[in-house]
């Protein structure tokens, strides 16, 4: 009995089943259960031929279980109906092999094994009709074989929509991933930038600094120049006055008004000479001070110099990054 769909029906048409070759399977019925031991150890015999089989058989069963699975499979075939059901049962059987490993090149070559030990069995046991039932179970083998491709199709076609799937996730991770790192990009550019200018303007401004200081050095050096000529002058002028004081002792009462005065030189020497140590203690001070701070100065240009190079670094580094990023967006876009 046939009870499909019309789109199977067509399907059944074309391999060529019809109601006669289901009856004719469903007639010998009892010929199959005579011989399913045989065919089914002989099947194994030409399987374990192959180390292949035998490695995916160990993996996922035993020859014992999969002997009673194909005993149920050649009385199935004698069963006389094709339904829906039929059908699902048939595809399952293909997607589980599918899964296992087993590729349609062997899936495919049971069913010519299947048919060479057909033949020869039932030569033997039918010889006046096995002809007519070969070529009836040729058909049926044809339309399973149909459907295990048609499994086969269906588990593929769902891996490549996992891993449509997959991509689809991944590329939407990408995508948020390329811009969050497309907005820190710009805030690091921003920022390197920012760090770069105010480093070189501190740089500027140290040279600056510097060079103030260096004008400040000269004027101290100036000044300590001055000091050195007056204290020259003060000395000559204490000699003055002990000269005069000498002089006003030697006059006498004329001389004493003459003497007033050189001591009034003589302590305006000195305290010219007091007053000068104290400035040139000062500069002393002043010098070590302006030493330094130029020091400092010069550390602190230093470290801006260095800062705006790393900062220049970071912004290639930014540009880098961005350009990876565009990459990114480009791969996703395609």
Not at 93 to 98: K, Y
Not at 131 to 141: C, G, N, P, R, S
Not at 241 to 250: D, F, K, T, V, Y
């Amino acid at each position: 009995m046939i009870k499909v769909t019309p789109e199977r029906q067509r399907q059944l048409e074309y391999t060529g089943i019809t109601e006669r070759d289901l009856q004719r399977l469903a007639d010998c019925k009892s010929v199959f259960a005579k011989v399913v031991d045989e065919v089914v150890d002989r099947f194994y015999d030409s399987v374990g031929q192959h180390p292949e089989l035998i490695a995916i058989i160990a993996r996922v069963s035993s020859i014992d279980r999969l002997k009673e699975t194909q005993r149920s499979y050649w009385m199935s075939l004698t069963e006389g109906i094709i339904d829906q059901s039929y059908i699902e049962n048939r595809i399952k059987i293909g997607a589980v092999h599918s899964r296992i490993g087993l590729t349609t090149d062997w899936y495919l070559g049971t069913y010519m094994t299947y048919l060479d030990i057909a033949i020869n069995v039932l030569q033997n046991i039918i010889p006046g009709q096995w002809q007519e039932v070969v070529h009836a179970l040729t058909k049926m083998f044809n339309l399973d074989s149909q459907f295990v491709l048609e499994a086969y199709n269906q588990h593929e076609q769902q891996k490549i929509q996992e891993l449509a799937d997959t991509r689809s996730a991944m590329l939407s991770t990408v995508t948020n991933a390329v811009q969050e790192l497309a907005s820190l990009m710009v805030e690091l550019d921003e920022g390197a930038q920012s760090i770069a200018a105010t480093a070189i303007s501190t740089s500027q401004s140290q040279d600056k600094t510097d060079t103030l200081l260096g004008e400040l050095r000269d004027e101290l050096d100036g000044i300590t120049e001055m000091g050195t000529l007056i204290r020259g002058l003060s000395d000559q002028t204490h000699l003055l006055g002990l000269n005069a004081a000498i002089e006003a002792a030697r006059a006498g009462e004329n001389g004493r008004g003459f003497e007033v005065v050189a001591n009034e030189v003589r302590k305006l020497a000195a305290s010219s000479r007091n007053a000068l140590e104290g400035i040139q203690s000062k500069l002393a001070e002043i010098d070590k001070k302006l030493f330094a701070v130029r020091s400092e100065s010069e550390q602190t240009s230093a470290e801006a110099r260095n800062q705006a190079a790393r900062s220049q670094e970071l912004a290639s580094f930014v540009h880098m990054v961005d350009k990876v990023t565009k990459d990114l967006q480009q791969l996703n876009q395609s």
